[in-house]
């Protein structure tokens, strides 16, 4: 009689075996498909499960695909199935224990594959899937504290959820659903894009500022009556022409507005362009004349002292006229050329340029 000295393999090293003669060696039943590469996909089952392990599962259900793909095996589509059922995709995961139950799956796999199964069952029982369809595709969806990108579908706890969705450039969203154990709810989001504004700011007030949107003017309303900021000013999202004028003066832009984007119109150099709704030029001219009416009258002030006066014998009076004369003559005299030179002549040098090269102005 023959006696089988061999020591008795673990369970371990019989399971190890077993996956790699299923995988290198493909049973007769899976010879009419296309062999792939066994040993590239093992590569990746490998890394797959090594993912899976360290709780990387997004990239676990990633590798496993990829491999599955390559050369399909039970072994392969039961991890797949473990890592679906981690990312709360119980259906998916159900679907996938059922395909990996079958002759070629190795018997070391064949009591986790059951064990697995029966808790998916009783996990389905006591939980209800959610599926949260959005628009924009990259909104980001955040349930519970679990948060994706894009579509959500997971089995969560039955109840009401709270559901959060966001987007860059849109306005967010919070729904609330009520999951029931064991069914589907589903729910559609469309989150609506944020209006796009133009802001027209100009230091020292907005009284008398005229602004042109694409060579349409903009109603800047009550608020320009206070304040150097005005009402956001919806626009469409793209590249706009704005020009903004006070009385002789004129800012010509190129802006650019994002979606969902206030973006403020800096008009400062038609700051100090007006004293309310005045422009320089007029409020220099009016200094000018002022400036001449004050030397007028310190011009009579100085004749009067001349002149003989019989009610003044000791010529007091006189010599006040002298002294207010003196004064009002060179405080008008000032004030008539400091108004000329400081506004007058710098309105008249920036007057605009003609209006076939009003476009060449800044930008």
Not at 113 to 125: G, H, I, N, V
Request: aromatic letters at 4%.
């Amino acid at each position: 009689m023959n006696h089988d000295r061999r020591p008795a393999m673990g369970p371990r090293l019989l399971s190890a075996l077993s996956i790699a003669l299923c995988v290198v060696c493909a049973p007769a039943a899976w010879s009419a498909e296309p062999s792939g590469d066994p040993a590239r996909a093992n590569s990746i089952y490998k890394d797959a499960k090594e993912r899976f392990e360290a709780g990387e599962t997004q990239k676990a259900l990633e590798l496993a695909t990829e491999a599955e793909r390559i050369f399909p095996h039970p072994s392969i589509t039961f991890l797949k199935g473990r890592v679906l059922r981690r990312l709360g995709r119980l259906h998916d995961a159900d679907e996938a224990f059922q395909a990996a139950d079958s002759p070629q799956l190795p018997k070391a796999l064949h009591r986790p594959l059951d064990e697995e199964r029966k808790s998916l069952a009783e996990e389905m029982q006591q939980k209800g899937e959610l599926r949260v369809l959005v628009q924009p595709p990259n909104a980001r969806v955040k349930v519970d504290g679990e948060v994706r990108t894009g579509t959500f579908q997971s089995w969560v706890d039955v109840g009401r959820r709270r559901v959060e969705i966001s987007a860059p450039g849109h306005q967010a969203v919070v729904r609330s659903v009520e999951v029931q154990a064991g069914e589907t709810s589903e729910i559609t989001v469309v989150l609506q894009a944020m209006g796009s504004a133009i802001i027209v700011v100009v230091p020292g007030g907005l009284r008398g500022v005229e602004v042109l949107v694409d060579g349409i003017a903009l109603d800047l309303g009550d608020g320009t009556d206070v304040g150097d900021r005005s009402q956001p000013q919806p626009v469409a999202a793209g590249t706009h022409s704005v020009v903004c004028s006070r009385g002789d003066k004129r800012v010509v832009k190129s802006v650019e507005v994002g979606t969902g984007v206030e973006v403020d119109v800096d008009c400062s150099k038609l700051s100090g362009g007006s004293l309310g709704a005045l422009p320089v030029k007029a409020i220099g001219w009016g200094g000018v004349g002022v400036g001449a009416l004050v030397m007028g009258y310190g011009a009579w002030g100085l004749g009067s002292y001349y002149l003989s006066d019989a009610d003044d014998p000791r010529g007091v009076k006189s010599s006040n006229k002298q002294w207010l004369g003196s004064v009002y003559a060179v405080t008008g005299a000032a004030a008539g050329v400091l108004s000329y030179l400081l506004l007058v002549r710098p309105a008249d040098a920036a007057k605009p340029a003609p209006a076939a090269d009003v476009s060449q102005g800044e930008r």
